[in-house]
């Protein structure tokens, strides 16, 4: 190899520039003749046979290419399909059906452009001949819908180049499929080509080439014309997305905490639902029927937020998180009859408003609204302002009015005098209310309402604060309330832990409700629904997530035609699914975008595995845990 010349573009560049070229020409010849003159010294050397180089490292010890039907390297057997031709229109990616299974196959695609120019004067040639054709022959004959349709499809090629901007390739896909032994190799053969023909494509196998096209589905970029032959088919760019290959369903976040593997592909899943440039938001909604893995997946979740020190609130109405609780070194909080965890429904936080705004008792009123809404039944606007009228005079007894600064309290010392927030003994409780009804004829209804509350077996809901949460796992047992009053509970936590999460927008955390159909079905009120929804629509705004678990899909969806439990699916970005009853599928079709396919599998899902959406990802997961995780969980 030597280059004799470089020819100069113009004339006018100069003697000092042709002088500069021929220079750097003769640098490189004498550069190519050096590694000539090297290589034929090695030659010579008869000791430099013998040596192992990156050749030997990688190359098979032996190949078998005897067998028509599959090639033999290193006990693997090797066998590649051809795809011959597809449906006339893809509406969806056509080879997802096979790279998202877990069968051990090589794929390669070639695209070959065409001149554009030559491709629509052969066209136009073409359609001249057929339309010719079309109006000399005889009308009657059997093969003139085929001409026809022919004439038809060339006419559309040529626009969409011309028009369009479109562009004609060659289109080849082969498939090579391997395993130890002929038997599997054949089954996952048939199943390839069942997958594929399934979706209106033609399988050729590559018999007597399968040298040929085991060659074209290495990195070699080598498509033989032997494999062009059978293999060769005509495509327009916009039906080259159809064979876009990149489309496995794998979630992969860098900072993200691990969850489980892709059923299909064995991928592995790593979510990190608090990265705001790839999730709109960080909330989560897990569904499944008992025993189905949902609580074990919350606590796993739990698990691995607390190894990155994540605020993590939890409200318990079945007691399942105690053990959890215990082995994390969180903070357990019991409100019941046996408890001695108080918390006062009338305190108003500090945090409960952000810094610069005001309202402190009109935000506290409307959420005491809705509490009140779970006690005495749903109140009309008429009671609700009555009611309203009450609060505002209960406050005011203990010098708290719409003025913020009447919740400040001044402490003197000996140097300055500091106003500090009021605490819980500052504010008042259910026994001031209580008596403040009785004196009124409109409100003694209500006043009878809570005599519970007061005298009876819920009276441990009369008293001040006694807890201090400084814990970053904080978990509130609710289960001694019993059925019919679980809701008053998980209330009081949810409005305690919502204003703990406001506290500090810069650290991450996250609130869990379990059962949440309580706060938002049936049984609840609009009030308590909107405050419910409120905290998932507005805490990614304080780096938090919030997490609703529920068996019972159709009592999520049950209040108001289901607009609240609707507008909390929205407004979450994952939505993990485990196996849920023919029933629960039904509901959860009105709100979601599951497909048949994604119905069935929901329904056939074993223990442990879940459907998760994941932002416009669907993948069928399979949750996985350490055997140490299980022992702290279970």
Known sequence: MEIKSWKLESEKEGESIFNFKKDILEKINKKINLIKKQEKTNNNFEFLKGVIT????????????????????????????????YFREQTELILKSIIDTNINLNISIFYEKQDTYKTIRDLTYHIGNVGVDLKMNNQNRQDIDI???????????????????????????YITVFSVNIKDLEYLLNKIEGILQSKGMQIRRAYFRQEQAFLATLPLMENSQ????????????????????????????EEGIFIGTNIYNNSLVFIDRYNSQKYKNANICIFGTSGAGKSFYTKLLILRNRLLNIEQYIVDPDREYGKLCENLHGTLLKIGPGSKTYINIFDIRKES???????????????????FNLIFGNLDEEEKAILEEKLIELYKQKEITFDDNSLYKKEENKIIIKPIFKDTYDMPILQDLYELLGKDERTKKFQIKLIPFIKGS????????????ENNLIIADVYELGEDNLKYG???????????????????????????????????NKEVAGFIYKIFKTIRKYGGSSVAITQDVSDLFSLEQGTYGKSIL?????????????????????????????????????????????????????????????????
């Open 226 to 253: 032997d494999l062009k032959e059978a293999g060769r088919r005509n495509i327009l760019t916009s039906g080259l997305v159809s064979t876009y290959p990149f489309i496995s369903s794998a979630i992969f976040d």
């Open 54 to 85: 990156e050749k030997d490292e990688i190359a098979p010890s032996y190949i078998n290419l005897l067998n028509p039907k599959y090639i033999e390297i290193d006990n693997n057997y090797y066998s590649t399909l051809i795809i011959v031709n």
């Open 353 to 371: 408003i952000e810094d610069n705004e005001q309202g402190y008792l009109a935000n506290k009123i409307s959420k005491l609204i809705g509490f």
């Open 458 to 469: 819920l009276k441990f809901f009369n008293n001040y604060t006694n807890v201090e949460l």
């Open 490 to 524: 998980m209330w009081l936590f949810i409005d305690l832990f919502w204003d703990k999460i406001k506290k500090d927008r810069t650290k991450k955390k996250a609130i869990y409700m379990d059962e949440i159909w309580r706060l938002i079905g049936v049984t609840s």
């Open 570 to 634: 929205n407004n979450s970005e994952i939505k993990t699914f485990f196996s849920l009853e023919e029933e629960n599928i039904k509901v959860l079709e009105q709100y979601t975008n599951l497909s048949e396919k994604e119905k069935i599998e929901i329904k056939s899902l074993k223990k442990g595995e879940c459907l998760m959406f994941i932002g416009g990802e669907h993948i069928l997961t399979k949750i996985e845990a350490a055997d140490f995780e299980k022992e702290i969980l279970e």
């Open 147 to 173: 001409a026809a349709f022919t004439y038809n499809d060339a006419k559309y090629i040529r626009k969409e180049m011309q028009v369009n901007n479109e562009e004609l390739y060659f289109l080849y896909i």
